[in-house]
């Protein structure tokens, strides 16, 4: 007799789980005709009772009051760090302040640039206006000359130095703080060399270390900072959403085995 | 404190989020006691218990954000974070086996005994249950504790674990049976696996 369909069945009768009531009598009467399956319906009976026994005897049991209060203390902890850190400007506000600031200047000597063009393009002509009427047209000639011989020089001498801001690579030079140029100089720089220090390996698999393949690859991938977490180990939460580097030996068949984060340092 | 009872965790985490630190100790003293269970139960040690409640719960203070309330309860991403923390602790400290070579009656029991005059038999029992549960290798172990004595749907159970429904309920399946050898509820009745056929 095939006892198979019935097995787990007759567990999930024994723990009083809901089953549909036609299924609960076909296992009934297996149980009935089956020495082993009825054996197995009263020792699963049995053991339901002792594990509700001992699932009561624990149900009293918690944490004892010292880790509230050390947890209190971690939150108290925290919000004053918090409220330190609300005085210092973010590195990403920062950011956001020079971007809009470079829009801005970005936009005004776009404009310059264009009413510059526009007093090249059409020299001042004599306006039939009522200026005329009371200026007296000597006059109005006279200022009109003047006017061109100026735009007339501007024309002939170097772009103005706003021409050259409009420039990519001269309006972001300008835009950037000097924390950045800084960073970008040291990228330039090739002399300097730099070193990884690296964490244990950790592994991702039931078994351990010791469950590590014999041929695998080593791949080296970027993740959020706060899945450093999830492996136990501390992170700056004001950096949580930021990348880290990290190495994970895969199997021939590509079975993530473990990981270690990595990260990389000046060399003294 | 009163208020906070009517609050559901996802109001209560926000609140904590936001700096209430009643909010938290509400929170925690909601859900610390079955976080407190569940890691005695999978460690067998107080210590240990006591670290993993204190560390999911720091957890939570520190990373809220990491908490997808789309992904399920709560209740089920602390039991998660503590199964975590249990297996690593496990892991490091070689608890198992220690619990094995022991064998001091007792020791390890973390069963209150508050009362003198208990039952022998069943204080003998459950010490029994016990010691047959820690003996389960680590993913029969968790199922047991997590659908037989906290009570969880299967679901809830697949969701902690990481695996799928009909894996928690094989597993469920072969623990009992494991169980059921261990307590010798049963003489002819076997587990019939020889992945398992391990002898605690």
Redesign the interface.
Known sequence: MNCNPF??KI?AIA?GQLIDAESKQDVLAHTEDC??CG??L???K???S??K???V????????PK??T???Q???T??KQ?KVVQFVPHRKNQRGVWAVGGAIAASFLTMSVLVAQSFVATPVTAPKTLAAVILGADEIERVIESINRQLQENNTKEPPETFHAVDRGSLRQRTKPANVKKRIAVKRNEEIKYTEITSEFISLQ?N?LNSMPENGQVVRVKLQR?AL??Y?LPID?ER?NENVTADVVLSEEGVACAIRFVHTAKKE | MSNFSSLSDRRLLRLMEAGDEEAFVALYRRRQQSVFRFALQMSGSMEIAEDVTQEVFITLLQSPQIYDESRGSLSSFLYGVARNYVLRKLKRENRLLALFEGEKEGDESFIADADPLRDLTRDETIKAVQKAILALPQNYREVVVLCDLHELSYAEVAEIVGCAVGTVRSRLHRARGLLIEKLSLKDEWSVVSGEWSVEF
């Open positions: 097995e787990e567990s723990r020495v082993q054996e197995r009263r020792s699963e049995v053991l339901s002792q594990l026994s001992f699932a005897a624990v149900s009293d049991i918690s944490a004892s880790i509230e050390a947890l209190r971690a939150f108290q925290k919000s918090e039931e351990g706060s977490l999830a136990g939460m949580a």
